[in-house]
């Protein structure tokens, strides 16, 4: 483009734009001689204005960056450092995010524009900070804490001489020094606290809440990313081992939890303490209270890291808010040989939570042998077994480590804790206040087998729930026949169960077997002679079995009932009586139908899943 000597007088607008955006073209594509020619054409025609109007203007299409900006950016070195020089460009023109080109040469890490634009009088600690910034995450972050962030040591050098600040912390509470440890950036750590980091400068407020990082400081930090050299060069420059973040939790807990021996080591020499537990509001929230480094430890199961904590005086019985141990945890997360280390070393193998957390959480008096049965871990049972566990302990609902094996259908560890004095006809409750026996777990959770071993030695085949809730009068066949366990209901009714007991509200065996659909469950029934016409009151109607499956569309259902010789008067010559009448609105009835067959088949399942003996374990230990 040529332009005369008076351009700049006569106001031409347009060459400005044109300039403006050829600028823009170059210092983008990195075209260095077509960005020389173009200064060179301002300079040969005198249009000094021009000139630092163009090369100081923010572009639209880049958040209002300078030419000096872009040309950092996009990694134009040339170009850039021909602007840092140029005397007609502002150094300090900042973006509509507020970013600098101090701010971008030091995310780049050219030292020596560096130096160029701080003697040029850059602002040093310059940093984005309206909106734009916040919304861009980078409010806040000085070119210091830009350097550092993309391990540029030679230029956080250099901004350290020109009296940057260490110590600043950006919108989200992040220092240089915290971005240096969590990366692994030695030298430029080592800049940064022997120019006067705090080692114990931590992120807070809102930002830092967000981010899920406060109170987490450099050794923090370092810990969470198990950078050793790091945290031992902290330690030694004097940093706090102890710090909690926002949570109370420590150092210590990190690096036991990730199983870093190394880290375990060099902050227990550094006085770390080994009994250390969460404190304050979001610990209790989270329950945290109480919880040791060894119950992370013992949770993750490193086991050489919880002998090394024990050696250095953990408590082996602490208990936390809920009050379980380090042994409770271990057992539930199936760590063999930290349980056996834990009880080497003195842990007491009846402990069991109590007061009213545990009560809250349902588990109270669970101890860590009814743990492992829950969680049927048969080497732990044995062990504990081996170590003196007491067999009959309860839980607060009268759960029995018996009991709770006997829904994993684990007939070898049934017998086993029998031989050791386990009581195989404990009775408990239900959530409706109802008798039960192991009998009708083992039947209910379809545990074939121990549902043979508890009837050969005795205990009754037809034995009923008590109580006056929903499940009264239940027995082991009805629990059998609603969930469909086939070969569970033969070897019952082979035993002597009666097919025609019904629960306290009147429904029965085939009842609850049609209505559910077993078709060969009703199929046997029927061939043991049950009573097919026995009725249910529901509703103010007396339904059959035939009409529970005839509602719910259990076609192969409905063919063993029908084909058995003693209905056929039942069904009113093939209609049943929830359907007799429905003469004069069939559409009507018929959704009416399948309203009332979803009643009963939703009370029949909700009784079911609320069945079960009170067998709940907790993870927020």
Request: aromatic letters at 6%.
């Amino acid at each position: 483009m040529t332009v005369s000597a008076d351009t700049e007088v006569n106001g031409v607008g347009d060459d400005i734009e044109r300039y403006h955006q050829e600028i823009f073209e170059v210092v983008t594509t990195g075209d260095l001689k077509r960005f020389n020619d173009i200064l060179d054409e301002l300079d040969r025609h005198k249009l000094p204005t021009i000139k630092k109007k163009v090369l100081n203007m923010g572009y639209q299409e880049a958040d209002g960056l300078t030419a000096l900006s872009i040309a950092a950016g996009e990694k134009h070195k040339s170009i850039t450092k021909t602007l840092a020089k140029c005397s007609e460009v502002d150094v300090n023109k900042a973006s509509f995010s507020g970013i600098t080109p101090l701010l971008m040469v030091a995310e780049v890490g050219w030292p020596d524009i560096l130096d160029i634009l701080l003697e040029r009088g850059a602002i040093v600690d310059a940093t984005p900070s309206d909106k734009r910034g916040e919304d861009n995450k980078i409010s806040g972050s000085t070119p210091l804490i830009n350097a550092t962030k993309y391990n540029h040591p030679e230029c956080v050098k250099r901004l350290l001489v020109n009296h940057a600040n260490p110590n600043h912390q950006n919108q989200s509470g992040i220092s240089a020094l915290m971005l240096a440890a969590e990366q692994g950036y030695f030298e430029c750590i080592k800049l940064l606290v022997q120019a006067g980091a705090d080692l114990d400068l931590a992120p807070s407020g809102p930002g830092a809440d967000n981010l899920n990082i406060t109170g987490q400081t450099a050794l923090f930090m370092a810990t969470l990313k198990d950078r050793v050299d790091v945290v031992k060069y902290l330690i030694e420059k004097g940093a706090d081992v102890n710090v909690q973040n926002f949570y109370g939790i420590s150092p210590l807990f990190l690096c036991v939890e990730s199983g870093n021996g190394k880290l375990v080591q060099a902050l227990i020499e550094a006085g770390a303490h080994v009994n250390f537990t969460p404190e304050g509001e979001l610990a209790e929230e989270n329950f945290l209270v109480g919880q040791t480094p060894l119950f992370s430890a013992a949770k993750s199961g490193h086991v050489e890291i919880c002998e090394y904590l024990i050696k250095n005086g953990a408590d082996v019985n602490a208990v936390t808010m809920t009050g379980a141990s380090p042994l409770y945890t271990a057992i539930e997360e199936g760590h063999l040989e930290v349980v056996i280390l834990l009880i080497r070393y003195g842990a007491n193998v009846n402990q069991s939570p109590k007061g009213q957390v545990a009560r809250d959480l349902h588990i109270e008096n669970q101890t860590p042998l009814l743990i492992a049965c829950m969680k049927n871990h048969e080497a732990i049972i044995r062990y504990l077994i081996q170590s003196g566990a007491n067999v009959n302990l309860t839980s607060e609902h009268g759960t029995s480590p018996f009991l709770a094996i006997c829904q994993h259908n684990n007939v070898i560890l049934a017998r086993l804790l029998i031989r050791h004095g386990a009581r195989y006809d404990v009775e408990t409750k239900n959530r409706y206040d109802g008798k039960i026996n192991s009998l009708i777990i083992a039947a209910e959770s379809g545990s074939f087998d121990i549902v043979r071993l508890l009837v050969e030695i005795g205990l009754d085949v037809n034995y009923k729930i008590e109580g006056t809730g929903e499940t009264a009068g239940r027995t082991p066949l009805f629990h059998a026949c609603a969930k469909g366990f086939q070969d569970i209901v033969e070897y019952l009714i082979d035993h002597g169960a009666d097919v025609n007991a019904t629960e306290d509200s009147g429904l029965s065996c085939l009842h609850i077997a049609a209505a559910m659909g077993h078709a060969d469950i009703v199929r046997i029934l029927c061939e043991h002679n049950v009573n097919v016409n026995q009725r249910y009151r529901f509703e103010e109607q007396d339904v059959t079995a035939y009409d529970l499956a005839e509602c719910q569309q259990h076609n192969h259902t409905t063919l063993n009932l029908t084909s058995n010789k003693h209905a056929t008067l039942a069904f009113y010559d093939g209609k049943s009586s929830m359907n007799k009448k429905a003469t004069g609105n069939h559409e009507l009835h018929s959704r009416r139908r399948q309203e009332q067959s979803a009643d009963i088949q939703q009370m029949i399942c909700s009784e079911e899943q609320q069945q079960t003996v009170h067998i709940k374990y907790s993870s927020k230990i």
